[in-house]
């Protein structure tokens, strides 16, 4: 197996818990893992939509670890998606302060998954 193929992997196993946290539940996790309560079906319904486009982003990256012709699309996928909450997040930094610690988290494994498939995406491109 590749080590863009265990990549792919490895980003969609660490996206799928929390995908689910954000919408299988999120009357539970949210307040839990994020201190938001869902006090309303308009704030479930965003909360499990982000959820879909999470698993599908999951999919898609299972697609690309498994099949070589959508692999380097995959690696290109992942860059736009974490570098695109990763800007986000630092948006939110700056007007917003600075988010609890788990979010905290997530930017910086945002940051360092959009630098590494970036750089994945690049080599498989010169092979």
């Not at 630092?90 to 930017?107: A, W």
Request: proline share 4%; glycine share 8%.
């Amino acid at each position: 197996m590749s080590k863009e193929s265990i990549f792919l992997l490895i980003a969609a196993a660490g996206l799928t818990p929390i995908a689910l946290a954000y919408g299988l539940v999120p009357a539970v996790t949210a307040p839990m893992l994020y201190d938001v309560d869902i006090d309303s079906i308009n704030i479930a319904h965003i909360f499990r939509a982000v959820m879909g486009l999470y698993l599908a982003m999951v999919v898609f990256w299972i697609l690309g670890a498994t099949r070589e012709p959508l692999r380097f699309a995959a690696l290109c996928s992942v860059v736009v998606f974490m570098a695109g909450l990763a800007l986000g997040r630092v948006v939110s930094l700056v007007v917003d302060g600075m988010p609890g610690v788990l979010l905290v988290i997530y930017l910086l494994l945002e940051i360092g998954f959009a630098f590494v498939a970036l750089k994945l995406a690049k080599n498989y491109q010169r092979s």
